[in-house]
């Protein structure tokens, strides 16, 4: 079943990319307007207005909730859908949600499979079919009650770089390869942590821990490569602290390749449930590029399987 009938409400962040996601809103418009969509666009005004626009959605008016941006701006929507009152979700319905990648890192994009071309996307949100997606749940830091995320949590070195980033006025992935340098150089102390996953334990000095439910972060860095959007799991990579910057550089230029499970330092799986605590020093995380704490002590990180159904042409897990 195509979604050429049903009308999109594209959510819409005009400062996303830099200010990129902006300039393609004429070619948008244009685009939808030319192939006969129903549609209504929306421009986002500050920082969680996303997440107000889509928690005030009614599945009775609205076909496909459309986020237009980047990764912070497909968190947002998500977190907007997954909280709404269920006077508007038309007796429990599963939401359905698109993905226009116009931002900078455009990662949960490269794990659907939706290009970063606005034709091709628009082409894929018109006629592309609805496919089962996971969504993750992280509980603790800034968000006791929960934040809800699509592509992966980062903790440790990951965060620190996104921070690093976050200080550069550099659109590309770039930013976060110059973070990672920068990152490298400090080589700060790693945070002891007792990690649970469904009903295994282990306790490491972690420099970096991937909690992943797509594959790539930061533009380039795949720190899932096998990882799948609607498997039921999550995928986790867990480094431990290396014995040098030099180890340390050398683990991280495998991650552009997907190849840091072939480190020694490296502890990966699958898992439907994580708690993890920190036993010695706090932890820096993030969900989706969003901070979750700067100095956590634990956190508890669970797979929702088929919370969402998003418009793609691939299945994602191979039939």
Do not use: W
């Not at 005004?45 to 009614?58: T, V």
């Not at 929507?77 to 909280?83: E, S």
């Not at 930013?175 to 942590?193: C, D, M, N, Q, R």
């Not at 994580?274 to 669970?302: N, P, Q, V, W, Y």
């Amino acid at each position: 079943m195509t979604q050429s009938k049903k009308k999109l409400f594209v959510i819409l962040n005009p400062i996303a990319g830099k200010g990129k996601a902006i300039k393609a809103y004429p070619q948008i418009e244009n685009l939808l307007k030319k192939a006969g969509a129903d549609f209504e666009i929306v421009l986002t005004e500050k920082p969680g207005h996303a997440l107000e626009i889509a928690r005030g959605l009614s599945d009775t008016t609205v076909g496909v909730t459309v986020a237009a941006g980047g990764d912070g701006t497909c968190n947002e929507v998500v977190n907007g859908l997954l909280t709404r009152d269920s006077s508007l979700t038309g007796g429990g319905g599963t939401p359905l949600f698109g993905i226009l990648p116009i931002g900078r890192g455009n990662d949960f994009a490269y794990s659907a499979q939706v290009p970063h071309d606005p034709e091709k996307a628009l082409e894929i949100l018109l006629e592309g079919a609805a496919i089962p997606l996971d969504v993750g749940l992280v509980h603790g830091g800034f968000f006791p009650n929960g934040r809800y995320f699509v592509n992966g949590i980062g903790i440790g070195f990951d965060t620190k770089v996104g921070f690093e980033a976050a200080k550069m006025n550099i659109r590309s992935s770039l930013g976060y390869v110059l973070g990672a340098v920068i990152t490298v150089a400090k080589f700060e102390p790693s945070p002891v942590l007792e990690i649970h996953h469904d009903n295994q334990t282990f306790i490491e000095s972690s420099i970096i821990v991937s909690i992943v439910n797509g594959r790539r972060m930061g533009g380039s860095f795949f720190m899932g490569p096998n990882a799948l959007l609607n498997d039921g799991l999550l995928d986790f990579c867990v480094i431990r602290h290396p014995d040098s910057r030099r180890r340390l550089l050398n683990i991280v230029l495998k991650y552009p390749k997907g190849k840091q499970t072939e480190c020694e330092e490296t502890t990966y799986g699958r898992g439907s449930r994580f708690f993890l605590k920190a036993l010695e020093r706090g932890m820096a995380a993030h969900c989706d590029g969003e901070t979750i704490c700067f100095d956590g002590k634990e956190l508890t990180i669970t797979c929702i399987p088929n919370a969402l159904r998003l418009i793609s042409k691939s299945k994602f897990i191979k039939s």
